[in-house]
């Protein structure tokens, strides 16, 4: 569909409002067979349209090497924020094209249900408890349990807030 084809489907029969000139305030109405004697800013050699409405407005391809990066990452547990961050492209865009590639090629989207809590081994508990009481900081303590140093920080600010909510003097 042309620009022409396009403006007169949008028009249908009825009469419409433009500005006249640039800065005009003042409407003027047009009748359908208005067709304007300018080319779209898009219509050029340099940004053809492909015919789309608007210029080529499609976005980089997906490549193979895309699609297997994409189903590799996915199946590696990778939250969809992280893959689109890794592949440059919105999340929604991420999410529909997996499950594109996983209707194209019969697989079974993976789908995974965190939790947002860890689970912390009881020896580390009290590892990170002792070792927090004789001063050591969360990073030194992670490194020797083997957890980062946020969830240690977390666990022991739980650790402490819970003990006050119970009356138990640390």
Known sequence: MNAEDHMKSKLDGFFFSIDNVRGCTVKQRVPRDYMPDHKPKWDNEDNACNGQIGGNTRGREWTDADDDELVALRTEGVRW??????????????????????????????????????????????????????????????????????????????????????????
């Open 81 to 170: 924020e992280a893959i689109a961050r890794t592949m440059r492209r919105a999340q929604r865009t991420v999410r529909e094209r997996y499950a594109g590639i996983c209707h194209k090629r019969g697989l079974t989207p993976v789908t995974y249900v965190y939790s947002g809590k860890q689970t912390i081994p009881t020896e580390a508990k009290s590892a990170i408890i002792s070792l927090r009481r004789k001063g050591i900081d969360y990073a030194e303590i992670g490194a020797e349990v083997g957890l980062s140093a946020i969830t240690v920080r977390d666990y022991y600010a739980r650790y402490i807030r819970d003990r006050k909510l119970s009356g138990v003097a640390s």
